[in-house]
Every structure is written in C-alpha cells, then in structure tokens.
C-alpha cells in the first residue's frame, strides 16, 4: 500500500499540539498511522504562529514552544517563500490562511488536506476530516490504537 501524504490544516494541528480533548483523539492517531509508515504528515510553518497567538492567552509561552519542538519529529514542515505567498494572493480567496494552507498543500504533493474547516473551498486537493481518513483506512483493513505499556 502506498504511502497517504496528509497535509493538516491549522485546526488539526492545534487539535494534537493543544490536545484539545475534543478532538485530541483523532489527530493522535494520525501520527500513529505515519509512526506505522501508512501515512506522511506535513504542516505549515505558517500554522505554528497561528496556533501560538491562540494558545498564548491561556499557556504559557515556554510551554506552547517546548510542544512544537516535540511535534517536530512528527510533521514535516512546509515553509513559505515568495512564489508561495503570490500563488495564496492569486487564489483571492477572502481567507488568506485557507489560501496559504492550500498552496503548501500543493507544494508538497499532499494527497489529502485534513481538516474540520467545513468552509474550506476545496482546490485541487481533495479535502478530509480526520475521522474520515481513519475510516478510509478502516476500509483497508488498518486499524490504530495507543497501547499502554506502563
């Protein structure tokens, strides 16, 4: 079986780095699939700033960076450059994040986006939410779990 490539968007990122119990769960087992080698995981440099001005109210700043640092050996990084940010202004989309995250989607050849954004206008990338691509995989017979070793 060939490699998924996933791109998360901001929202999924920050459900694994804030562990936001809601959703913790779903964006936890994604990694498991690329810890397994049935999944490859990229984000954008670009979704760390976002989701360090969202968690700064509430977490400290030395927290919120030693997290990052810890998701680093999970998700590739796709960094933005010139060509990037013209290609998100040429979309002309009203929500230049969406823009950006679909650019650096493309860039890195991702299979799918994962995203809970319902709004998320889907660009030459097929969009998913985390609990479809886990049912996706479902399907061909792959199931993850975390396992307790203590």
Same mark, same amino acid.
């Given at each position: 079986? %060939?490699?998924? +490539?996933?791109?998360?968007?901001?929202?999924?990122?920050?459900? #694994? *780095?804030a562990? $936001?119990?809601?959703?913790?769960?779903?964006? +936890? =087992? &994604?990694? *498991?699939?690329?810890?397994?080698?049935?999944?490859?995981? #990229?984000?954008?440099?670009?979704? #760390?700033?976002? @989701? !360090? #001005?969202?968690?700064?109210?509430?977490?400290?700043?030395? *927290? @919120?960076?030693?997290? !990052?640092?810890?998701? &680093?050996?999970?998700? /590739? @990084?796709?960094?933005?450059? $010139?060509?990037? @940010? +013209?290609?998100?202004?040429?979309?002309?989309?009203?929500?230049?994040?969406?823009?950006?995250?679909?650019?650096?989607?493309?860039?890195?050849?991702?299979?799918?986006?994962?995203?809970?954004?319902?709004r998320?206008?889907?660009?030459? *990338?097929?969009?998913?939410?985390? =609990?479809?691509?886990?049912?996706?995989? %479902?399907?061909?017979? &792959?199931?993850?779990?975390?396992?307790?070793? /203590?």
């Amino acid at each position: 079986m %060939r490699v998924l +490539k996933l791109f998360l968007d901001t929202n999924v990122l920050m459900d #694994y *780095i804030a562990q $936001r119990s809601l959703f913790y769960e779903e964006a +936890k =087992t &994604l990694t *498991i699939m690329q810890v397994f080698g049935d999944a490859k995981l #990229y984000a954008s440099g670009k979704s #760390y700033t976002d @989701i !360090f #001005y969202s968690m700064k109210k509430s977490v400290d700043s030395q *927290i @919120i960076q030693g997290s !990052f640092i810890e998701s &680093l050996s999970v998700f /590739d @990084i796709c960094s933005l450059e $010139r060509d990037d @940010i +013209k290609a998100a202004c040429e979309l002309a989309w009203p929500d230049f994040e969406d823009a950006l995250i679909t650019v650096c989607a493309k860039k890195v050849a991702a299979d799918y986006l994962v995203t809970r954004d319902s709004r998320l206008k889907p660009a030459g *990338i097929p969009l998913c939410t985390p =609990t479809q691509i886990i049912e996706m995989m %479902r399907e061909r017979g &792959l199931t993850y779990t975390t396992v307790d070793l /203590d």
